[in-house]
């Protein structure tokens, strides 16, 4: 028998309440004292197709899914035949009896058959077809031998909106299909769930998380224009808006989105867009207007895979070398990649402090995974209590003080210049597009030209003393180094742990400050790698590009994953063998 | 007491001799003096443009953003700060051809910007290309044969978009702009100032001796209401030997997009400090998810 560690998958069409579903029994697992990490995969459509939601649990913390599945739920057939070669001898498929399953290809692979009536439950105990999901998931909790009273509550809680009445159908449902799956197969199957006593813990997604980090540094003004799977940024802090004072406004477009939020920024407030790589590609040009005229504001672009519209809905790393150098000419950025869901929470303020500090756009690079994953987090592992740094701000008594013109882009040994808001009458200054002297007012003159360019790029120099370390994960004196960014970082974990178990000793060096690099840093943590191997879910290996032009320090190998699906533990151990 | 003189910079425009932006510089200084606003109580927002480069020539916040983006820095800007007036200064190119979106969007929005469009029916910093209201037939060295396109009609669109405040000035008679202006200032959402302008050096079409017989004022016309949308539309229409200036169409019942915005019902956002509730209050973000 196998105690708490196997992966669910839910399956069905778009309508069916895959989402819904899957994210409920999750947080059931997870009100159990089980850890897991969730993942969705679905159609850019409203109906039909084939989605699926992914949990693996376990009672440990996880950072990725992998591709041995023990328990399919199908409600559809498609589910059964997309995903049968992924379960495991002895795993079992929960399915209608009226979906025409051929036993015999589940027998090829010693998976077990468990036929339960979910419509016919449905109808009869809830009264609607729709809530086979419900049953799935009471099926599921019976087959494995977990308790009801998880999933009691959350019905309880995610219906409660809908009123009472839903509430009880649904738990008659719930109820009605754990008892048929308990008479009928228990003991048939091996992989058993036990709820632990544990802290309450959060099941959070990684947009989530970015999110809240950005109302806890203070964002006050957010604007954005729709686009998967960015957008849940934006309905986060919509949501969020009235009961935290925040503006949020759902713009015309994504080059209006960023010129809003640039004009936030020059008032003086904290302003954020989230959006992904095309509509990032529209921004391009008004992110160099805040570099130009030292706006601080922070873009938070969540990857999908591209070009152009690419795959709406999947998982890509493609955008790393377009986030450093988007825009016509040169100036400063900070670009923040995190890697997890507690990185994600810490780039949402840090990109804040970062971007005010340094006077620049800050740009927060995710991805379609970090963005839609969940894990179980412990309640003080996101810490709300998040430094605030506004840089050079002065502030009205220092303005009152001043006996000479203002100057918003003044000359300074660190290339900051002290700032001041619009609407104090000492400090009264136009800023400009147009290259411009320590007033703001628009200059043609060389020498002056040469001047500004190097105060701005100069932040970038000071800015790179700042910026962080990479992570180091795994066996610390391992000569065989994975180096990696963003949401690869979680499959490669599960993948390094697999490796030092077996006898292989291996480190992972993660770069979640991408830009400006740490030069110094970096090249610290890849001393003693005798095998240099670069992660990443794009076509070229962008951050191996990166580090051989900043560093002089080419990768032995390049695992590189482009098929728009996520990352996994099995795919970078296969990889491994053919690259070194 | 607020003077003109508060708004004169010691940076001199750039603009040719005779170019109309000079009218409607003025027009402004005096408008935003008379209605008693000191230059640090105005944000300036441009775009690109020649007359976009007004708030380099004039003593007071300003912000030259990107050609088209104008009323979308403004709109941020705005509601930021709406303790601050934010004027709007750019050309027909940047508020109807790049900026065209921004623009429907904003007349829509009604958010409180006063918005003059310095449109001249040409691209002059450019060195004289046709614009987005140059009329049918308009040759210029991208429509060597005559422009094909109808010319954009900015007051009919204001109007067909529930634009509260709907107008068109004139750079050469600069007392009824600055009066003009001033009662844009006074409006309570989002108000347009279409401002006719000659470009001396790139349209010598719509010259002052031109445009000077043909234009007449709204306001002196008898029985003309301004609140009345219909009539309005149909004056919006005019437009040849005849050319109306003034106030077409303003209502002030239609509350102004920040007065509807929760988070500014506590006064202007960056007023306001980056926490505004206790540690304890931010715990629930995390009970969501419990």
């Keep these: 028998m196998n105690l708490n560690d196997m992966t669910f998958k839910f399956g069905g069409e778009a309508g069916q309440g895959v989402e819904s579903t899957g994210r409920g029994f999750a947080k059931a697992l997870v009100r159990s004292g089980l850890h897991l990490f969730g993942l969705?995969?679905?159609?850019?459509?409203?109906?039909?197709?084939?989605?699926?939601?992914?949990?693996?649990?376990a009672d440990r913390d996880i950072y990725s899914q992998d591709e041995r599945v023990h328990l399919l739920l199908a409600l559809t057939q498609v589910t059964v035949d997309e995903h049968l070669r992924e379960m495991i001898p002895g795993g079992g498929v929960i399915y209608d009896p009226s979906l025409p399953i051929d036993q015999s290809d589940l027998a090829a692979r010693s998976v077990q058959a468990f036929s339960v009536p979910l419509e016919q439950i449905a109808l009869e105990q809830g009264g609607n077809r729709v809530m086979s999901n419900t049953a799935a998931t009471g099926a599921a909790a019976g087959v494995c031998g977990l308790g009801l009273d998880a999933i009691e509550s959350v019905i309880r809680d995610n219906f409660r909106k809908k009123g009472g009445p839903i509430v009880e159908s649904n738990l008659r449902v719930a109820r009605a299909a754990y008892q048929y799956a308990q008479d009928k197969y228990t003991g048939a199957f091996h992989f058993r769930l036990q709820a632990k006593a544990a802290p309450p813990r959060m099941l959070i997604s990684g947009n989530e998380a970015l999110a809240m980090g950005a109302l806890m540094a203070g964002c006050k003004f957010v604007a954005g224009y729709p686009m998967t799977p960015g957008s849940p940024i934006l309905e986060w802090l919509a949501g969020h808006s009235k009961e935290f004072g925040i503006v949020t406004k759902h713009a015309e477009d994504e080059i209006a989105a960023i010129n809003m939020i640039i004009g936030a920024a020059q008032m003086g407030v904290r302003a954020l867009t989230p959006t992904s790589g095309g509509g990032f590609a529209l921004m391009a040009e008004a992110l160099g207007l805040a570099g130009m005229t030292e706006v601080p504001i922070v873009v938070v672009n969540v990857q999908r895979p591209g070009p152009s519209t690419g795959h709406a809905t999947r998982y890509e790393q493609g955008d790393l070398l377009f986030m450093i150098y988007a825009s016509q000419g040169e100036f400063p950025r900070v670009v923040l990649a995190p890697g997890s869901i507690e990185q994600c929470f810490e780039a949402g303020y840090r990109a804040f402090n970062l971007a005010e500090k340094y006077q620049c756009p800050a740009i927060i690079l995710s991805d379609a995974s970090l963005a839609h994953s969940l894990r179980a987090l412990d309640l003080d592992v996101l810490d709300?209590?998040?430094?605030?740094?506004?840089?050079?701000?002065?502030?009205?008594?220092?303005?009152?003080?001043?006996?000479?013109?203002?100057?918003?882009?003044?000359?300074?040994?660190?290339?900051?210049?002290?700032?001041?808001?619009?609407g104090h009458p000492k400090a009264v200054y136009v800023s400009s597009s147009d290259e411009h002297d320590e007033y703001g007012q628009i200059c043609e003159d060389a020498a002056l030209r040469v001047q500004m360019m190097d105060k701005r790029?100069?932040?970038?120099?000071?800015?790179?003393?700042?910026?962080?370390?990479?992570?180091?994960?795994?066996?610390?004196?391992?000569?065989l180094v994975f180096l990696t960014w963003g949401a690869a970082l979680g499959p490669l974990r599960s993948a390094v742990d697999v490796l030092n178990e077996q006898g292989t000793p291996a480190r992972i060096v993660q770069i979640m400050d991408v830009w400006p690099l740490p030069v110094d840093k970096v090249t610290a943590a890849l001393q003693g790698a005798k095998q240099l191997v670069a992660v990443e879910q794009n076509y070229s290996g962008q951050l191996a590009t990166l580090l051989r032009a900043y560093t002089g320090i080419k990768v032995d190998g390049l695992i590189r994953k482009y098929d728009g699906r996520p990352m996994s533990p099995e795919f970078i151990l296969a990889r491994l063998k053919e690259v070194v | 007491m607020v003077s003109v003189k508060d708004y004169q910079s010691a940076v001199?425009?750039?603009?040719?001799v005779g170019c109309g932006n000079f009218g409607i510089w003025n027009a402004l200084k005096i408008a935003l003096s008379d209605v008693g606003l000191a230059?640090?109580?105005?944000?300036?927002?441009?775009?690109?443009?020649?007359?976009?480069?007004?708030?380099?020539?004039?003593?007071?916040?300003?912000?030259?953003?990107?050609?088209?983006?104008?009323?979308?820095?403004?709109?941020?800007?705005r509601l930021a700060n709406h303790g601050l007036k934010v004027v709007c200064t750019h050309g027909d190119g940047d508020g109807y051809g790049e900026g065209g979106n921004h623009f429907a969007s904003t007349v829509r929005r009604n958010i409180g910007i006063v918005d003059i469009v310095q449109n001249n029916r040409v691209y002059g910093l450019t060195k004289g290309q046709y614009s987005p209201t140059s009329p049918k037939g308009f040759v210029t060295k991208t429509s060597p044969q005559g422009a094909i396109e109808e010319p954009f009609n900015p007051l009919a669109v204001a109007i067909a978009e529930k634009g509260t405040f709907v107008s068109r000035g004139w750079s050469g008679d600069i007392a009824h702009l600055a009066w003009l202006i001033g009662e844009a200032l006074k409006h309570r959402g989002y108000a347009l100032v279409d401002v006719l302008q000659p470009?001396?050096?790139?349209?010598?079409?719509?010259?002052?001796?031109?445009?000077?017989?043909?234009?007449?004022?709204?306001?002196?016309e008898p029985g003309y209401d301004s609140g009345d949308v219909t009539a309005a539309f149909v004056k919006a229409q005019e437009w040849g030997d005849r050319i109306p200036i003034g106030i077409l169409y303003r209502t002030e019942s239609v509350p102004a997009y920040e007065e509807l915005v929760p988070a500014l019902a506590a006064g202007a956002l960056v007023k306001q400090p980056l926490r505004t509730k206790a540690a304890q209050d931010y715990e629930i973000l995390k009970k969501e998810y419990l």
């Design chain 2, 199 to 220: 470009c001396v050096t790139f349209n010598k079409m719509y010259s002052y001796d031109w445009l000077r017989p043909r234009v007449y004022k709204v306001q002196d």
């Design chain 2, 39 to 77: 230059p640090h109580q105005v944000m300036l927002i441009s775009g690109i443009g020649c007359g976009s480069k007004l708030p380099d020539y004039t003593t007071a916040n300003g912000y030259m953003s990107l050609h088209g983006r104008t009323l979308a820095v403004a709109t941020g800007a």
């Design chain 1, 40 to 57: 969705q995969d679905y159609h850019s459509r409203i109906r039909g197709g084939h989605n699926f939601y992914q949990i693996r649990v």
């Design chain 1, 457 to 479: 790029m100069h932040k970038l120099e000071v800015a790179r003393a700042e910026m962080q370390a990479p992570l180091q994960y795994g066996a610390q004196e391992a000569s």
């Design chain 1, 384 to 422: 709300l209590n998040v430094p605030l740094d506004r840089g050079a701000l002065l502030t009205d008594e220092d303005l009152e003080q001043l006996t000479e013109r203002y100057k918003r882009h003044a000359f300074t040994p660190s290339g900051i210049s002290p700032r001041a808001l619009p």
């Design chain 2, 12 to 16: 001199r425009p750039t603009w040719c």
